[in-house]
């Protein structure tokens, strides 16, 4: 690993994680010439060796305080990366957070900055199959190999602080900090030129927000996560705000006025550039098109137009909209880019578990819609797109989320729904959503299902059942309420 701070012996380490120390010792150099690595195809034709070590890995990361578990410091992630030698500070950054649109703004920025040319890493949450998508590398998820490598580098370090803040009366590093310190130390080892970020929840004190970011994108602000970041959308937007730092180039979407007033006084705290949606930024036009939609953008320097999307929704173009002025601030100075790459890049865009079809026949959809904004979005984005008049939703949510607020959403455009569980230990018992949705719904629209495959099959032979011309044209089934119910149907109809 890059840059390791020569003050911390081989035995302090060696201590704490003295298996990562003996494989480290025993290895041989990695890629050859070519420092190109964790960049290949093929993770899900792991041999099983590589397998299996890529399932320890993950055990181990996975014994830590969860995502949701939080204690608000960058302390033990800082601590790691200064013994590591700081490998955040080996490339430039862009930062992302809001509350809706972070990974698809991500993906967008990320693929407009390779079609430069140049290097990147990109790093968002959470995953949808496997662990190893959150950490990506010239748009590839890191290999098995690759993950267990990057983790064997840094176990040594991290048990350091781990040890360090246990006698200090602290926790161990979370999952989460876990994942962020592989992901700097691996954007460092690749070398990728620009990394792509996205907060974990928040922005202030998230772990990810050891970067100082070039460029700050702050997407549509709503409620959600209010346990750690506020009762209001001010203090919401507070915490987020905290990720634009020092004369950087702050890119904002509209917010209500109650979000976007902390926006701005952070903004001229730090005396960083703004650039606003509704104001610098706005999609001039947008017109639905097969497989997503053509879009035309105007930034402040100049006007894009018939630019293909593949992803459906206006949220989906404002997305691309953030992400392109995002980009000419990061690689021209704030000058128009060239159409070719905007085009080329826009155009190969992709959006898992974003409004995706998985099945015809009927039609199932996806989309990882969690809160009652996102939502939103999403009926919008179907109605428009896609022309299903019998659609029956398949809802699985996290208890602590806003079902009720969800489901309200939803009803209007859904005739009927089925509710279940997802595989997390932190889903909404079914029978508990049930009884919101008959509140919402009324009890004839409403069915229960214990397990999801079960609510897959109901929904479909529901769909089927008023497909009055036996063609699988205009009835659907949409399966929503969290990236976890997202990732386990996609599972189920071999899509994961």
């Not at 990562?20 to 070519?34: E, F, H, I, L, W």
Request: aromatic share 4%.
């Amino acid at each position: 690993m890059r840059g390791c701070d020569p003050t911390v012996s081989l035995h302090q380490v060696e201590e704490t994680y003295p298996q990562y120390v003996a494989d480290s010792q025993n290895k041989t150099p990695r890629g050859g010439s070519s420092n190109r690595r964790g960049t290949s195809r093929g993770a899900e034709n792991a041999d099983p060796a590589i397998q299996e070590a890529l399932n320890r890995v993950y055990k181990e990361i996975l014994s830590r305080a969860p995502e949701h578990d939080i204690d608000p410091t960058m302390a033990r992630v800082e601590r790691v990366l200064e013994l590591l030698g700081d490998p955040h500070r080996a490339y430039r950054t862009v930062h992302i957070t809001g509350t809706n649109g972070k990974s698809s703004t991500a993906r967008m920025v990320e693929r407009l900055v390779r079609e430069h040319g140049l290097r990147t890493g990109r790093f968002t949450s959470p995953h949808l199959t496997s662990v190893t998508e959150r950490i990506a590398v010239d748009g590839e998820p890191l290999t098995p190999e690759r993950f267990v490598e990057v983790f064997e580098d840094v176990a040594p370090y991290i048990g350091v602080a781990d040890r360090e803040s246990e006698e200090q009366g602290g926790p161990r590093l979370s999952f989460f900090e876990v994942l962020t310190v592989m992901a700097y130390a691996a954007f460092a080892d690749a070398p990728v030129d620009v990394a792509i970020v996205e907060v974990g929840m928040g922005g202030r004190w998230d772990s990810t927000n050891v970067v100082d970011g070039e460029v700050a994108i702050i997407t549509p602000v709503a409620m959600d996560h209010e346990r750690w970041l506020g009762s209001t959308l001010d203090e919401i937007a507070t915490e987020k705000a905290g990720i634009i730092k020092d004369g950087a180039v702050a890119v904002i979407a509209e917010q209500p006025d109650a979000a976007l007033e902390p926006i701005l006084a952070r903004a001229r705290e730090v005396n960083a550039h703004l650039i606003r949606e509704g104001v610098d930024l706005e999609v001039a036009d947008r017109r639905i098109a097969v497989g997503g939609q053509l879009i035309d953008l105007r930034t402040p320097a100049g006007v894009y137009t018939e630019i293909f999307l593949p992803l459906h929704g206006a949220h989906q173009a404002r997305n691309a909209l953030l992400a392109l002025a995002a980009t000419e601030a990061l690689m021209s100075g704030g000058r128009a880019l060239g159409a070719e790459i905007v085009e080329a890049a826009f155009g190969d865009v992709d959006g898992p578990g974003r409004l995706e079809v998985v099945r015809t026949s009927p039609t199932v959809l996806v989309d990882v819609a969690h809160n009652p904004a996102g939502a939103e979005a999403l009926v919008d984005a179907l109605e428009e797109s896609f022309n299903l008049q019998h659609v029956v939703a398949v809802v699985a949510v996290m208890a602590d989320k806003d079902s009720e607020g969800l489901l309200s959403v939803l009803e209007p455009t859904v005739e009927e729904i089925v509710v279940t569980r997802n595989s997390s230990e932190r889903s909404a018992d079914p029978e508990d959503l049930a009884e919101v949705a008959r509140e919402v719904f009324g009890e004839e629209r409403v069915h229960v299902a214990g397990r999801l495959d079960e609510a897959l099959q109901i929904a479909a032979d529901l769909a089927e059942a008023n497909d009055r011309h036996g063609s699988g044209v205009g009835t659907g089934v949409l399966v929503t309420g969290s990236v976890v119910t997202v990732a386990d149907a996609r599972i189920l109809v071999g899509r994961g």
